[in-house]
């Protein structure tokens, strides 16, 4: 997505808490999407999670290779 031209830009962010995976559509905005790790989930379910731009949980997951592949990621389109 990134090499195509729709995402603009990615980040890591850390805490004590989770560490996430930052998309862009552009540098001075706030995440688009956050692909996150929770370290100390309330729940199995919860230990990884994609969130939109205003925080709403997408899907969420105990194995990350299975979040990943349950996401239909051509319905993420850029909008401006």
């Known amino acids: 997505m990134v090499s195509g031209g729709e995402w603009k830009d990615y980040g890591l962010s850390i805490s004590k808490k ?3 995976f930052n998309v862009y559509h552009r540098t ?3 995440p688009a999407y ?3 790790k929770n370290l100390k989930p309330k729940n199995e379910s919860e230990k ?5 731009a ?3 949980i997408i899907n969420n997951s105990e194995n990350l290779q ?3 592949k349950k996401i239909i990621w051509k319905k ?3 909008v401006n």
């Open 66 to 68: 299975n979040l990943i």
């Open 28 to 30: 001075s905005e706030f």
């Open 76 to 78: 993420f389109k850029l």
């Open 34 to 36: 956050k692909i996150t």
């Open 54 to 56: 205003q925080n709403k």
């Open 18 to 20: 989770e560490v996430s």
């Open 48 to 52: 990884y999670i994609i969130k939109n």
